[in-house]
């Protein structure tokens, strides 16, 4: 997990499963591997709003992409 400016690493979310999807409706899997890559490519307080609102548990647009929380089922 990434770490901010203060050498403290943000909230980590890994142990949620992590979906993304074009247009809300149809979602995929997303590893929390390509999650830290996307994050790492962020600046910094782009990264910690977009963990702020995942871990919320709303959908957060990153990229052209939505990303959530995987439902319980």
């Not at 590893?31 to 919320?56: C, M, T, W, Y």
């Amino acid at each position: 997990m990434r770490k901010d400016s203060y050498n403290i690493e943000m909230e980590d979310i890994s142990r949620f499963p992590i979906q993304r999807s074009l247009d809300g409706l149809e979602w995929e899997e997303f590893s929390n591997e390509e999650l830290d890559e996307l994050l790492n490519q962020i600046p910094e307080d782009k990264a910690k709003n977009f963990l702020a609102v995942i871990r919320g548990g709303s959908f957060c647009l990153l990229g052209g992409n939505f990303y959530r929380i995987r439902p319980q089922s």
